[in-house]
């Protein structure tokens, strides 16, 4: 099948390959630009990784502080109060928010579309404390993980989630366009488990930075230690159609032995194969029923040069 065909079948609105660090292939769809910011959804989730470890390296975050220590007004005197970072990191919180998306109008009363939807996310957290399973019990895909996360950086750093990765990460980078994070109100939090909208040479810039040892230009700026904690599978995550699995861990899937990814909803991937120093960027709008494990196998080959 052509490349072009795949991207076309696919609902892709971006699609770029970076190689040793130059664009080897750049393709848009009709009526995108190479500086339109497109929706990402759960690769967010990997900035909040990153911004995770600075705090950790700047020894004001560790793996075993609790979200309740820097929200008490949410302890429950359950063992929602014992979720700490590490678990939250590698989706072990157990929090009961899980991530069925549902279709129709009724769906919006499922609390994943409500954690979407609210503009009061700290309200949201208030209703949403009750367990699925005991933290750290073991690791299932929820998004709310995520979400608790992001408010504790911005917590802990006394700025918003935003702000903390624009000055940590996305200014080191060169990123080339300004980029924006959806919020729940004007002064509030970021919904910081999707929403980040970039454009596709930028989303390629931090794909380039966890390639480089975590470097740019020579400045280190994830910590090597926490960019190997990123890189490394805590244990298998369901994916696609669930009886397939992956590598997971600190907010990054590991699809092959060779690979990171940061992976959002409705094909959107920053796909990283270090050993042929690759980056490869798929922007989409694919609301239809999607098959990772089947575009990883056409990302992989194009990444290894196939």
């Known amino acids: 099948m052509p490349l072009t065909t795949f991207l076309t079948d696919t609902h892709t609105n971006a699609f770029l390959i970076v190689r040793n660090g130059a664009i080897d292939y750049e393709w848009y769809a009709k009526g995108i630009t190479k500086d339109r ?15 995770t470890g600075e705090l950790i390296k700047e020894g004001k975050l560790r793996e075993s502080d609790t979200f309740v220590s820097f929200f008490p007004q949410f302890k429950t005197g359950t063992d929602f109060d014992k979720i700490t970072v590490g678990e939250l990191i590698d989706m072990r919180g157990g929090v009961n928010v899980p991530d069925d998306y549902p279709t129709g109008p009724s769906g919006w009363g499922a609390p994943i579309a409500q954690m979407y939807a609210t503009t009061d996310l700290m309200n949201f957290m208030q209703n949403h404390r009750a367990l699925a399973f005991t933290p750290g019990s073991q690791a299932i895909y929820r998004s709310v993980d995520t979400q608790m996360m992001g408010m504790i950086i911005s917590k802990v750093s006394g700025k918003s989630l935003a702000e903390f990765v624009q000055e940590h990460f996305w200014n ?9 994070w959806n919020i729940d109100h004007k002064g509030g939090y970021e919904k910081s488990y999707c929403c980040f909208n970039a454009a596709a040479r930028d989303y390629a810039k931090l794909g380039e930075l966890m390639l480089n040892g975590g470097a740019v230009n020579g400045t280190q700026v994830i910590d090597p ?26 907010f990054v899937w590991h699809p092959y032995s060779d690979t990171n990814l940061m992976l959002g909803l409705h094909d959107q991937y920053v796909f990283m194969v270090p050993n042929t120093k690759t980056v490869i960027v798929k922007l989409s709008d694919n609301t239809q029923e999607v098959d990772e494990v089947e575009t990883a196998k056409v990302l992989h080959t194009l990444a290894l040069g196939s």
């Open 172 to 180: 080191p980078i060169g990123a080339q366009y300004l980029a924006t």
């Open 225 to 250: 230690t926490w960019l190997t904690r990123m890189t490394t599978s805590v244990e298998p995550m369901s994916i696609g159609n669930k009886n397939d699995h992956w590598g997971y861990g600190s």
């Open 37 to 51: 910011r497109l929706p990402s959804y759960s690769v967010a989730k990997t900035l909040v990784a990153m911004a």
